[in-house]
């Protein structure tokens, strides 16, 4: 049974960082492309960024860029979100997901993660 944990979330006034950690369990976890999510109260969840099985792909949604870091220790079984710079806008529910298939792509469509974790919020005060 696959399980993704996240934690780091909390409160951080804008211009902070914060660091999100999911740890994964109950299958290979090199073997599967990770990402990040995020939902707003009264918006749809989007995506935020993914990596590679091995960590030498990423990608980015365009929120994202310049101040988010994806990545992963694959010998903890953990991928990571460096958040610096943060905004209110970035307040959400930030969920780590889990390729659905051992394709290893650097996706951005949630259809393509079958694995969820419950979610860790994040808020940014102006």
């Known amino acids: 049974q696959v399980q993704l944990v996240e934690s780091g979330g909390g409160l951080v006034q804008a211009g902070g960082s914060l660091r999100l950690s999911c740890a994964a369990s109950g299958r290979t976890f090199s073997n599967y492309a990770m990402g990040w999510f995020r939902q707003a109260p009264g918006k749809e969840r989007e995506f935020v960024a993914s990596i590679s099985c091995s960590g030498g792909n990423t990608n980015y949604a365009d929120s994202a860029k310049g101040r988010f870091t994806i990545s992963r220790d694959n010998a903890e079984n953990t991928v990571y979100l460096q958040m610096i710079s943060l905004k209110p806008e970035d307040t959400a529910v930030y969920y780590c997901?889990?390729?659905?298939?051992?394709?290893?792509?650097?996706?951005?469509?949630?259809?393509?993660?079958?694995?969820w974790g419950q979610g860790t919020q994040v808020t940014v005060s102006s």
């Open positions: 997901a889990s390729e659905k298939y051992a394709f290893c792509t650097v996706t951005g469509t949630a259809a393509a993660f079958g694995y």
